[in-house]
């Protein structure tokens, strides 16, 4: 036999014998993928957060900040202080460089304990607007807080509300808040939506390498599945004539006939899903940023966790009332050396406190002038170019909440920069915080068009076409759940005539020799 007949012989065996397994896999695949369009994976985006947080009021507010850092002896090594609302009480909460939560009272200045039962549920309660709930227990991670945002924050307790979505609440043990929901229709949703579509089942920790390459096998198997039988399906396609049934596929049997003709029919879409699927794992770092990351540490000011705006609270919280926003929250930061607050509101709208000369201004955005100066420091490599963005594009964009990445604050406008490094990296600056919310080099790009791209269509344009966009993947879901599900009856009926010829194979003991 030559090789080019051997290599024929072997794609048909490894699509036949590979697609008895890959076939279910995929049809699992497409169908928790059309549930994911309108059904996500529980989490707490901003908004939601800040929605169940009342503003806060100058009259009983607060210790100094300096106060609360002396509390939690954090002076010298705050990486985050908040002012902020815990089981319904102003408190400071302070994050370590060590990455460790501490809490202050705000309104007597001493420490907080951890969260405890009772804590927590008063905090679920606040959270819903009142009703009843009952404590369920103290976990480390469950089938729905796999996120490594949740770590710092572990154990978490966990409250089930009696409300109409019986929702489940999962609080911080470190500081008390709510940092999940997750209403009983979204987590039965997820049983054939994300958490089956992810296959969370083989997953018991935030990360997990074990998961991660179970995940990559099969999508891999897969993958060669579908390459497999897309070149089997054009070998036995007739394009010019017909075979003598009148048709241009040899197979006569109803699910052989359409196995290979909706195959050839949907077959980019199939490969296009499962290859990035396979993608969005990473597999060997493929898409790590190649050189040195953006330095926030300098684009801030590089200035030690003492150097706070030096402005009482209840003047920070006035002059902000003066403008008309009645703030929140209150975070204390530092951009290019300058000291400032961040205010946020219920609805997640964000002020700036700064000074200036020898008085305190409250603003919407930040300069550009500013930001660029700062972002200077970001790379030793020069900024190319600089541009406002008022308009989202293909690399800086917001998803719907549904979407995995749908809890990542996208605000506009930004300032968009292009660095002359090696790596070619480019980051976007919300003029509204200072954050610079996002940053790619080249490699990070590439990973942006062969994973998201390709597996959710989420250029947006196409997102500001939801309809659409939602009908036509529906559409190509169902065709290739078609795929599979003719597949499975073909695999199935395979494997059948496998074991019965097994079967039928006389058995020659010893003594007969």
């Known amino acids: 036999m030559s090789l080019g007949k051997r290599m024929k012989r072997l794609t048909y065996l490894v699509h036949r014998w590979t697609g008895v397994g890959a076939c279910v896999l995929m049809a699992l695949w497409f169908v928790s993928g059309v549930v994911m ?117 572990r154990p978490l307790h966990v409250v089930e509300m009696d409300d109409t979505a019986h929702t489940l609440l999962y609080v911080s043990s470190a500081t008390g808040q709510v940092v999940m929901d997750a209403p009983r229709a979204q987590r039965m949703w997820n049983y054939v939506g994300a958490w089956l579509h992810w296959a969370y089942m083989f997953r018991d920790r935030s990360i997990d390498p074990g998961w991660s390459w179970i995940v990559i096998v099969l999508s891999a198997a897969c993958v060669l599945t579908s390459v497999t039988g897309t070149v089997a399906g054009i ?53 790590d940023a190649r050189g040195l990351r953006p330095d926030m540490a300098q684009y801030r000011g590089n200035v030690p966790g003492t150097a706070r705006l030096d402005i009482p609270v209840a003047q920070a919280l006035r002059l902000l009332e003066a403008s008309r926003f009645a703030a929140s929250e209150l975070e204390w930061r530092v951009l290019d050396g300058r000291p400032f607050i961040l205010a946020r509101n219920a609805a997640n709208d964000t002020r700036l406190v700064v000074q200036e000369k020898d008085r305190y201004r409250v603003l919407d955005r930040w300069p550009r002038a500013d930001l660029v100066h700062a972002a200077t420091r970001l790379l030793a490599a020069p900024i190319l170019t600089q541009e406002d963005l008022e308009r989202y594009d293909a690399y800086y964009y917001e998803r719907q909440p549904e979407a995995m990445m749908g809890a990542a604050e996208r605000g506009l406008p930004v300032v968009k920069l292009r660095f002359g490094d090696p790596h070619d990296t480019w980051a976007y600056l919300d003029v509204r915080t200072g954050d610079v919310v996002l940053s790619a080099d080249r490699s990070q790009r590439v990973g942006r068009w062969l994973f998201s791209f390709l597996h959710s269509w989420d250029l947006p344009a196409m997102l500001r076409a939801s309809a659409l966009r939602e009908a036509v993947l529906i559409v190509f879901s169902l065709g290739g759940l078609l795929v599979s599900l003719t597949g499975i009856v073909i695999g199935y009926r395979r494997v059948l005539t496998w074991i019965t010829h097994i079967k039928s194979r006389p058995i020659y003991s010893s003594r007969q020799h």
Request: with cysteine; aromatic share 12%; glycine share 10%.
């Open 37 to 153: 369009l309108f059904v996500g994976y529980p989490k707490l985006t901003p908004w939601e957060r800040m929605r169940a947080l009342p503003a806060l009021d100058p009259a009983r507010c607060c210790v100094p900040v300096g106060v609360a850092l002396s509390a939690a002896a954090a002076s010298g090594r705050a990486h985050e202080v908040v002012l902020t609302r815990v089981s319904g009480r102003p408190a400071y909460r302070v994050r370590t460089a060590e990455g460790k939560y501490l809490l202050v009272d705000a309104a007597e200045g001493k420490p907080v304990p951890p969260a405890n039962a009772g804590s927590a549920l008063n905090a679920a309660r606040l959270f819903v607007g009142g009703g009843q709930g009952e404590y369920v227990g103290l976990v480390s991670e469950d089938r729905w807080t796999h996120s490594r945002g949740l770590d710092a924050h």
């Open 235 to 287: 070998w036995r396609w007739r394009f010019s004539g017909r075979y003598k049934s009148g048709s241009r596929s040899p197979y006569r049997e109803f699910h052989l006939h359409w196995h290979h003709v909706l195959g050839l029919a949907f077959a980019s879409i199939v490969f296009t899903w499962i290859f990035s699927g396979l993608m969005s794992m990473n597999p060997a770092g493929i898409f």
